[in-house]
């Protein structure tokens, strides 16, 4: 009695290339996650932060949120012309950041999560 048998080639590049999908998924996830927590504690923490002179809030309602490239960037900043100075300071005043040391809290749980998913 003869055999027959059927088999599907390409199965493992179908299999890789879902799984590739699945990943960038879960990125995207991550990266709006982190973003969008990034701006959130930044408006948090707006009105602690700008102490000195004269606060009319402006600093906190301008701090945005974007993404691009498909959702694998994430982009938290300040909208204000004179934003860079508070968050660097000038010869004349001292800096007042309030974007660098909530992304630098982020950042390893935001790498931690991504080797997650990569590995």
């Given at each position: 009695m003869a055999r027959v048998s059927y088999s599907i080639k390409g199965?493992?590049?179908?299999?890789?290339?879902?799984?590739?999908?699945?990943?960038?998924?879960?990125?995207?996830?991550?990266?709006?996650?982190?973003?969008?927590?990034?701006?959130?504690?930044?408006?948090?923490?707006?009105?602690?932060?700008?102490?000195?002179?004269?606060?009319?809030?402006?600093?906190?309602?301008?701090?945005?949120?974007?993404?691009?490239?498909?959702?694998?960037?994430?982009?938290?900043?300040?909208?204000?012309?004179?934003?860079?100075?508070?968050?660097?300071?000038?010869?004349?005043?001292?800096?007042?950041?309030?974007?660098?040391?909530?992304?630098?809290?982020?950042?390893?749980?935001?790498?931690?999560?991504?080797?997650?998913?990569v590995e």
């Amino acid at each position: 009695m003869a055999r027959v048998s059927y088999s599907i080639k390409g199965l493992d590049k179908l299999e890789q290339g879902l799984l590739k999908r699945a990943q960038v998924e879960a990125i995207k996830t991550i990266v709006k996650k982190h973003t969008t927590e990034l701006q959130q504690k930044a408006m948090a923490n707006a009105s602690s932060t700008y102490v000195k002179g004269y606060s009319t809030g402006a600093t906190k309602k301008s701090i945005g949120i974007g993404f691009e490239d498909g959702g694998l960037t994430g982009i938290t900043g300040l909208g204000l012309s004179y934003d860079p100075y508070l968050e660097t300071g000038t010869r004349f005043m001292a800096a007042e950041p309030l974007l660098k040391p909530l992304f630098n809290q982020r950042k390893n749980m935001f790498i931690s999560e991504i080797k997650k998913v990569v590995e």
